[in-house]
């Protein structure tokens, strides 16, 4: 433990120490708007509970709202900060992100409130539409709830995605190397992982029955041009937790993933294993996807398969759809979703059609 403060505070001491002249102008660094509205009109037509009943047609949404700022000194160190606000968290505004970053030709650091490297270097797959069948799933048609399923998949928050983020959006300190000859890696270290800035708290207890601290995490990301129509990448992550009490287990998740584009085309896989903290089971995660591209229009399609040991699970998604780019940062989408999930002598179905917009700005 001496030895991992000594590297952070090493790391840290070298980038307060350099000096910190803008290369022009005296104003320091001043944060700039942007974000995201992603909207949807949603039709489900799904398996439910006895009592239990689900509109057919909705209205589904995710918006954030994003404050970035960065400035580069006369000797090439950048310095920055990225805050993310989500507004529709149960029609609440709270900070989902919150952290500053240095790099220059050295790298990069990014320190506080922030996925680890496992999350920013993972390959994912093509998606049908990235917002509902993509890595992190930021719209969920089907209501978990009612479903009839049990445990965890009886969750609001019970996801299809695969995205690996063990150490979560909690404070943490990362390092991400500059890109040689097409390979790049990246270490994460999150003290804590209960997500509470502690500024004026102290340091927090390594005691907790219900929580893991000490996260390590490493990524390795390779992306190849060979040609202006055949380019590919090859990613994979690994993470684990510590449990602070023989109350709970250490917690143990890895990927690895691949991407091809030829022309128009493109395919990928990912592969994702994580024991959610359990002493026996895991989850896997198995994901191929496809596009193809034709001017403003691209066209996706996915299959989904978790395999959650710990749920005593089984979760089938195949999806299609289209995306029609109208300018850059705004396109219209639309898709189709079937799910399969068994759970022991439970077999839900459902099918889910979306018509709606993803505008960044």
């Known amino acids: ?11 840290i001491g070298a980038l307060l120490s350099t000096p910190a002249y803008a290369a022009d102008t005296n104003d320091g660094i001043k944060l700039n708007l942007g974000g995201y509205f992603k909207g949807y009109m949603s039709y489900v037509d799904q398996d439910e509970a006895t009592g239990s009943s689900v509109n057919k047609v909705d209205m589904l949404r995710t918006t954030e709202i994003h404050f970035d700022g960065k400035a ?4 090439g160190l950048t310095v920055g900060a990225h805050i993310e606000g989500q507004a529709d968290g149960g029609d609440d505004f709270f900070v989902d992100e919150s952290y ?19 999350y920013i270097l993972q390959v994912v797959a093509p998606a049908a539409d990235s917002n509902i069948d993509g890595r992190l799933q930021l719209i969920n048609p089907i209501n978990m709830p009612a479903s009839g399923l049990t445990g965890a998949l009886a969750a609001a928050s019970y996801e299809t995605d695969y995205d690996q983020d063990v150490s979560a959006k909690v404070d943490k300190i990362s390092y991400i190397t500059p890109r040689f000859s ?15 800035s502690r500024g004026a708290a102290g340091n927090s207890t390594d005691n907790d029955a219900a ?19 055949f380019d590919y990448a090859i990613g994979a992550g690994y993470s684990k937790a510590q449990a602070e009490t023989s109350a709970l287990n250490d917690r143990e998740a890895w990927n690895v993933g691949v991407d091809f584009n030829i022309g128009k085309f493109g395919v990928g896989a990912a592969y994702h294993v994580d024991d959610a903290g359990s002493a026996t089971d895991d989850m896997k995660y198995s994901v191929l996807g496809a596009d193809y591209t ?21 979760v089938n998604r195949y999806s299609a759809g289209v995306t029609y780019k109208v300018i850059p940062g705004m396109s219209f989408r639309g898709s189709a979703h079937y799910y399969d999930i068994e759970q022991g002598t439970t077999d839900f179905n459902a099918t889910a059609i979306l018509l709606g917009t993803d505008i960044k700005f």
């Open 100 to 118: 500053v970053f240095f790099s220059g030709d050295w790298g990069k650091v990014n320190f506080g409130r922030t996925y680890g490297t496992p």
């Open 294 to 314: 034709e001017g403003k229009l691209v066209y996706g399609a996915s299959y989904y398969n978790k395999n959650d040991d710990v749920n005593s699970a089984d």
């Open 72 to 75: 580069t000194l006369e000797n």
């Open 211 to 229: 929580d893991r601290s000490q996260i390590l995490e490493g990524a390795a990301r390779y992306e190849n041009k060979v040609s202006d129509t």
């Open 1 to 11: 433990m001496k030895n991992k403060f000594l590297a952070s505070a090493a790391i």
């Open 182 to 196: 097409g390979l790049q890696l990246g270490l994460s270290y999150t003290p804590d992982a209960s997500g509470t």
